[in-house]
């Protein structure tokens, strides 16, 4: 491991910092709208379901939309994502204040707001989150994630009591109001971010293709599945409290505003301590054994609030499964992060966010609708049971080690000296890569192969194969599609430095003079389409086109 850099060093770097002071205020005015549209919930409605449907309404479209946001953050300029977003959920929360203050509110029309909120955090959070490795270098990445979990966290302290004693004195119009102004903070410091234009001569990916492109590169990548797996079941189990948490309030507790508003401070108080010693449990403990003391202690807190009827015995409980939340989500992040190359980084963590929050989606309608079914305390105890199932799923799904690999790109790619003048959207193309393997490196040469299939597929390539010559054996043939030779062009500027071990073990097994032999074709058609009987029969296309 590194030497532990202090745990404020991501603030010496000047973007990061405002931008992360900037976030204070605006998680701070997010957290009292919260508030103020949970409590107003209670006051609208009677329904256990539509209380916990706030938090759904929230999270849900994070689920829904964070595939085509992560996709634009790779493809756009983050900045003005960022800026996009912003003014969105500002305009939202204006026109929310609005109908609270003008007595228009209903408990669907207050759904659709946090809805429309929700899609605002949807698109903004992978373009905020991917561009944390482009404020703070590499070294301070995992520093800078934690300390942004801590700056939430810090609001989160005091933001719901504050967001309470606001509802309790001015009512929800009020909080909603307070909402609004708190974006103008983070709008004021993103114009003044002076980000230098990515130097990419690439021509920018269509979204459609550039989501593809991030499945495919998430499905290659086991690393990664796991962490999207875990990171659902606990968005799934977690998600009771904050979800439920005004019905405890309310009807347990028999409290008001402000006793919900402290016991959410409760959470975030926790959630500080969390952040702050997450670093020290990373130089101590694997990531796997760090993500089961976060499973085990949060099903424990669960499990005190499904039985307590004490306010003091739920704020240390919640104190509890704070400190385990953000310890939980902030190392899921980092390993998202520390394991993904930065071109499709946007994408690796909208899937993360797709995973956990559509845990929350699920299980805030799952809690409500038990909680309403039956009781409030049995809805925490089947909620604390999925959590503690999420230790023993780490004996078939463990996080992968912190060590991360170096994912910077390769950059050993030369434009060959073609012949025939071609357009970048040329295509298609068929490459093959020539070996000369002798009988005794085969077991190793096809093992090789295997992580070759993977790293081929994971950065594009379509329609892979491994040939032998029936009458030269130790002549071997790797092949692949791709549509363009744009796309091409994008496929081997995506192999990273972690990949060079792969390549190197290969061209070392290789017999033959010089360097594997690489062809490019181009194919073309001998008739034209039109004329082609078969192809108009069978709409049948040669090519790696989907067959």
Known sequence: MPDRKPFFAPLAHQTYRNIWFASLASNLGGLIQGVGAAWMMTSISTSENMVA??????????????????????NF?????????????????????????????TPWALLTFTFLIG????????????????????????????????????????????????VAVGGGAAAFATNALSYLAIIAALLGWKREAADNAMPREQIGSAVAAGFRYAAMSPNLLKVFARSFLFGLSSVAILALLPVVARDIIQGGPLTFGLMLGAFGVGAIGGAYISAWLRERLSSEDIVRCAFA??????????????GLLDGLALMLAGAFWVIALSLFNTIVQLSTPRWVVGRALSFYQTA?????????????AIAESSNVSLAFFIAATVMAAGVVVGLFLPMPAF?????????????????????PRSGPLVVQVAYNIHDD??????????ERRRIRIRDGARNWALMRDLEVPELWTETYHVPTWVDYVRHVQRRTQADADNIDQLWALHRGEGPPKVCRMIERQTIRLEDDIFHQHHHHHIGPGPH
């Open 441 to 450: 490196d085969l077991e190793t040469f096809l093992a090789l192969m295997t």
């Open 77 to 105: 300029d983050r900045r003005r994502v960022m800026m996009t977003a912003q003014l969105f959920m500002f305009s939202v929360s204006a026109l929310l204040a609005a109908f609270a203050y003008l007595g228009w509110m």
């Open 119 to 166: 899609c605002g955090t949807a698109l903004n959070n992978p373009s905020w989150q991917a561009s944390v490795g482009d404020m703070v270098p590499r070294d301070d990445l995992a520093g800078a994630v934690s300390l942004n979990s801590m700056g939430f966290n810090i609001t989160r302290s005091v933001g719901p009591a504050l967001g309470g004693l606001i």
């Open 356 to 368: 956990a929050f559509g845990g929350m989606a699920a299980g805030s309608w799952l809690w409500g």
């Open 53 to 74: 449907l706030v938090q759904a309404s929230t999270t849900l479209p994070i689920m829904l939309f964070s595939l085509i946001s992560g996709a634009i953050a790779d």
């Open 297 to 310: 202690g949060f099903a424990v807190s669960e499990a005190i609030i499904g039985a307590s009827t004490s």
């Open 403 to 423: 060590a991360s690999l170096d994912l910077d790109p390769l950059n050993r790619f030369r434009q060959p000296n073609l012949k025939l003048n071609i357009l």
